[in-house]
C-alpha cells in the first residue's frame, strides 16, 4: 500500500516561496500519477497540480500556473511542489495524492492514496 509523506510547509510573507516534498516511503507509485490538492478553511479541496509517472507531463489548476513547478525524482520516489510568488489565497492544507494510473488528472476521484497534508501559510 502506497504511504505518502508531505513535508515542507510553513509560514512564509506574500511574494515567497515554499517548496514542498511528497515521500512515498513505500516506494510503490513510481508508476503512477502524483498530485497536490490544497484545502483552504471553509472551503472545498481543489486541484493545484499534477506530474505523471514519468514526468513527462504536467497539469497545473489556473490560479497556480506560471508560479507553481511540479516534479519529481523517481530514484527517490519524492514528488516536488515549487511554490513561488506566494499569496495570501495561497494559504491552505496541501495534501499530495497518487493516482489509480498514470495519466495526471485534475479530478480528486481518479488519486487513490492520500497523505495528511502539510500547512502553508502565507501572511501579508
Known amino acids: 500500500q502506497v504511504q505518502l509523506v508531505e513535508s515542507g510547509g510553513g509560514l512564509v510573507q506574500a511574494g515567497g516561496s515554499l517548496r514542498l516534498s511528497c515521500a512515498d516511503s513505500?516506494?510503490?507509485?513510481?508508476?503512477?500519477?502524483v498530485g497536490w490538492f490544497r484545502q483552504a478553511p471553509g472551503k472545498e479541496r481543489e486541484f493545484v497540480a499534477a506530474?505523471?509517472?514519468?514526468?513527462?507531463?504536467?497539469n497545473y489548476a489556473d490560479s497556480v500556473k506560471a508560479r507553481f513547478t511540479i516534479s519529481r525524482d523517481r530514484a527517490k520516489n519524492t514528488v516536488y511542489l515549487q511554490m513561488n510568488s506566494l499569496q495570501p489565497e495561497d494559504t491552505a492544507l496541501y495534501y499530495c495524492?497518487?493516482?489509480?494510473?498514470?495519466?495526471?488528472?485534475?479530478?480528486?476521484?481518479?488519486?487513490?492514496?492520500w497523505g495528511q497534508g502539510t500547512q502553508v501559510t502565507v501572511s501579508s
Open positions: 506530474i505523471s509517472w514519468n514526468g513527462g507531463t504536467t
Open positions: 513505500r516506494r510503490t507509485s513510481s508508476n503512477n500519477a
Open positions: 495524492a497518487a493516482s489509480r494510473g498514470s495519466i495526471p488528472t485534475m479530478r480528486g476521484t481518479d488519486y487513490r492514496y
